[in-house]
């Protein structure tokens, strides 16, 4: 039983990868509406924060509410170095990136000493205050307004400007980002992180410096998030402040949670089903009852999300995994332990 | 410095903070029962407030308005308690987190299904308007506020001294373990605490309404701040919620007044952040060892 298991489940992890990869790869050519392309895209987006989020709360048990303000960070940092001061794009990623590492590196330095509800709330305080001085910094940022005319990326000839190749462009960066954070997951950062979730004394005791490693995951994320972040600003070309506030922050701690934070991939699932959730009630509820506005659709959502963590606390990814990996175990009782751990390569 | 603007900016101040307050005790009493940070504290607010300004078109009088809205958001947040929190037993922190939020997005919404995006307003509670204190424009709906405050933190502090029930909570919130211990039940304390969070709130979004209207995305700039408030005074206790959200009202005012009234909620924030640095239990918080 247990040996069945795990090779089902090895089989899953080498085969997972290469048909998402090839589906990605192929999905255009079977459907390239705009539609289409510019909901995967934004998936894609969404799924660096994530991603990055879910090495944070998932490994290294640290929770951020702040984190639209790194990917907000990002994106304005590309959108005020290319237009304000005509810096190439990509040199203007890289800087936005850099800038956040060393606000981040700042901020986590005190943030990260803080446990739990505190370190939630000093994150959340942080993201607000970055949310404001986006609306109030007029003469940078736009104020309310936001700027616009932020230019495309391009690579040589190849100019970004249309929905196809930016979906190629992001879901290589989210394939890169998930390769990325495997290794680290899987290397002795990772086993440290872990420890870190576990018990953050026990790790302290056998020798794991734990603030440095805290440090340098928060860095980590921030930076991810804000290379998002400047994906979003070439991509749609012009920002104001409202996508980078505390209901978005709240929005990726969700897709990383409904997808389950302790796993590189339940990112993509959490990401894709709260995007399409949307969506999908977007469409159907007008049908389902008549004369119904937008309104029902929030109310849905809200309650879906609330009766998905009640039931799977785990997340989805991980909650159906184990289901399918054991299904004798959940037949009579619901979850009894959220399963914390991505399991270890087998050695 | 004009002492007339000074004092107004403190009495403003003052009256932001025991709102805080109140919003503050629904937060440490959820917390400290059930280990529960409630996100969606700040929807009680909003659909208190809301539900009396309905009322308030079928001419109700006004205290009738106030003890119907409290005891139905009181209510609700029993039911929020029996039909959300309690069929999810072994969540962990952040899936609380997450499932209050899913709460608060769904209430939330159904105010926008039910009284659309516009602000409501109620009429100030007595029909003089305003009155001048040592050179001060004070409104008179201030006092209200204060008095109303003033008598709901005295009836919390009877409950939870003087009354077997309330001690009980309180037991809870001292030891919840050796509280059920000596057989205190658990679950239905959790109700109770749910009970005390929804209808403070929901006094806190009327009595306020007059000053600041009412609209479906109210509840959750005052939750953020009612959880402010809360951390301020250690997120222990009663008094400490009344001496965070004071203290958190008259830093804000003084801050929109002196500084920059568009910096004034980054000011709130960044004074949290400060503090939390500083002091990480909060002002008034308790000292505690770590766990392994």
């Not at chain 1, 907000?72 to 800038?99: C, D, E, H, R």
């Not at chain 1, 070309?237 to 389950?260: D, Q, Y």
């Not at chain 2, 059920?180 to 306020?208: D, K």
Request: proline letters at 4%; a positive charge; aromatic letters at 12%.
């Amino acid at each position: 039983m247990i040996h069945d298991s795990s090779r089902r489940r090895r089989f899953i992890k080498t085969i997972f990868p290469v048909l998402l990869t090839l589906a990605l790869t192929l999905l255009p050519v079977f459907n390239n509406s705009s539609y289409v392309l510019s909901t995967l895209i934004f998936i894609g987006i969404y799924s660096i924060v994530t991603i990055s989020l879910c090495l944070l709360m998932g490994y290294a048990g640290q929770i951020s509410l702040g984190h639209a303000a790194f990917y907000g960070m990002g994106a304005y940092g590309s959108a005020i170095l290319t237009v304000k001061f005509g810096v190439n794009p990509w040199l203007g990623m890289v800087a936005a990136a850099v800038f956040t590492a060393l606000v981040a590196w700042a901020i986590g330095i005190p943030t990260l000493k803080l446990k739990e509800h505190y370190l939630a709330l000093a994150t959340l305080g942080f993201g607000v205050i970055i949310y404001i001085i986006f609306t109030q910094e007029t003469e940078w940022t736009g104020g309310p307004s936001g700027l616009n005319g932020i230019p495309y990326l391009s690579l040589g000839k190849l100019t970004f400007n249309n929905d196809i190749s930016y979906y190629y462009l992001v879901w290589i960066v989210v394939l890169l980002t998930v390769y990325l954070a495997t290794n680290i997951v899987n290397s002795r950062i990772g086993r440290a992180l872990r420890a870190i979730h576990g018990s953050e004394t026990a790790a302290e005791a056998m020798g794991v410096n734990t603030a440095a490693y805290k440090l340098q995951i928060f860095v980590l994320s921030a930076v991810f998030a804000s290379i998002a972040g400047s994906l979003y600003s070439h991509y749609i070309t012009m920002i104001n402040p409202s996508p980078f506030g505390f209901k978005m922050s709240i929005e990726f701690v969700l897709m990383a949670v409904v997808g389950g934070i302790a796993s590189i991939w339940g990112p993509l699932v959490g990401v894709s089903v709260v995007i399409f959730l949307t969506q999908f009630l977007r469409d159907a509820i007008p049908y389902l009852i008549p004369g119904a506005g937008g309104e029902v659709e929030i109310v849905a959502f809200g309650l879906i999300l609330a009766v998905i963590m009640i039931f799977m606390p785990e997340g989805l990814f991980r909650g159906l995994v184990d289901r399918w990996d054991n299904p004798a175990r959940y037949r009579k009782t619901p979850s009894p332990l959220p399963s914390s751990m991505w399991e270890e390569d087998e050695s | 410095m004009d002492p007339g603007q000074l004092l107004q900016l403190l009495i403003a101040g003052l009256v932001l903070g025991v709102i805080y307050a109140l919003i503050a005790v629904g937060f440490i009493t959820v917390y400290n029962v059930t280990g529960i940070i409630n996100f969606a504290q700040g929807e009680f607010v909003m659909l208190g407030a809301m539900l009396a300004v309905t009322l308030h078109k079928y001419h109700l009088p006004l205290p009738l308005i106030l003890l119907i809205s409290v005891a139905a958001m009181a209510l609700t947040g029993m039911l929020m308690q029996r039909l959300a929190i309690r069929p999810a037993k072994s969540a962990t922190l952040v899936t609380f987190i997450i499932i209050s939020i899913g709460i608060s997005i769904a209430l939330r919404g159904a105010a926008l299904l039910i009284w659309g995006t516009n602000p409501y307003t109620l009429p100030p509670f007595s029909s003089q308007t305003g009155l001048e204190w040592l050179g001060a424009h004070i409104q008179v709906q201030s006092l209200w506020i204060l008095a109303i405050t003033l008598f709901a933190f005295a009836g919390l502090f009877y409950f939870f001294e003087k009354t077997y029930t309330g001690k009980a909570v309180k037991a809870c919130v001292i030891n919840p373990n050796a509280a059920e211990l000596m057989g205190i039940n658990p679950q239905s304390m959790s109700l109770l605490a749910f009970a005390i969070a929804g209808g403070m709130g929901a006094l806190a979004g009327v009595v306020i309404t007059p000053i600041t209207l009412a609209s479906y995305d109210m509840g959750l700039m005052f939750g953020l701040k009612g959880f402010v408030a809360a951390v301020l005074g250690g997120l222990s206790s009663v008094p400490g919620a009344l001496i965070g959200g004071v203290l958190l009202g008259i830093l804000e005012s003084l801050g929109a007044g002196y500084i920059s009234s568009g910096y004034k909620d980054a000011l709130a924030f960044l004074i949290l952040v400060l503090i939390l640095f500083v002091k990480p239990d909060g002002l008034l918080g308790k000292i505690r060892g770590n766990r392994v």
